[in-house]
Structure formats: structure tokens, C-alpha cells
């Protein structure tokens, strides 16, 4: 990143009474929803993009792709994920 000053921009967004009431009792609304907007591009899913919805031919390169990588839940916090049929080993937590 070069040393030039990122400009900030203002976004605004609609929401409900209840979720502004809840807002209103966080300090630091500002930053509380940046780290919110962060987490939630951090965790939503590559291939739909977040909508929950495949398109018919990303529904067809799914469908091949988990003939080879079936869905597995975890013997640790049970969550659902994917597996590599090529490999045995079922990947585990890593432990402290």
C-alpha cells in the first residue's frame, strides 16, 4: 500500500427500529459495523458469493465436484464440511 491517505467514504444503510436500538447502546458504532462488514466478507461463501443460491452451470461444476469431495461433519464441532476423496485422513481441530 503506498503512503498516499486512503480517502474515507460515508455509506449508509436502511435498517429496522429494533436493529437501530440495538446499535444505538454500542460506543463505537462506526468501527463496531466496519469489523461486522469485514467478518461477514471474511466468512460467506466463494462460489455463490453469499447469496445461497448457485447459478444452473455453477450448480453443474458443483455437482462434480462433490462426486470427489463429499460432505463430512465434524467429530469435534460438528459442522458440516468438505472432504478430498483422495485423501484418507479426515482433518481434525488442531489442538493447543
Known amino acids: 500500500m503506498s503512503a498516499q491517505k486512503l480517502k474515507e ?3 449508509t444503510f436502511k435498517t429496522d427500529a429494533s436493529l437501530l436500538n440495538a446499535l444505538k447502546s454500542v460506543p463505537n458504532r462506526s468501527e463496531f459495523i466496519r469489523a461486522a462488514i469485514l ?48 485423501d484418507e485422513t479426515v482433518p481434525r481441530h488442531p489442538r493447543p
Open 39 to 86: 467478518a461477514a466478507l471474511d466468512s460467506f461463501c466463494p462460489l455463490c458469493g453469499g447469496t445461497g443460491v448457485l447459478t444452473p452451470n455453477q450448480k453443474i461444476h458443483w455437482d462434480n465436484f462433490a462426486q470427489r469431495h463429499p460432505l463430512h461433519e465434524c467429530a469435534d464441532c460438528h459442522e458440516v464440511h468438505l472432504i478430498c476423496a483422495r
Open 9 to 11: 467514504t460515508v455509506v
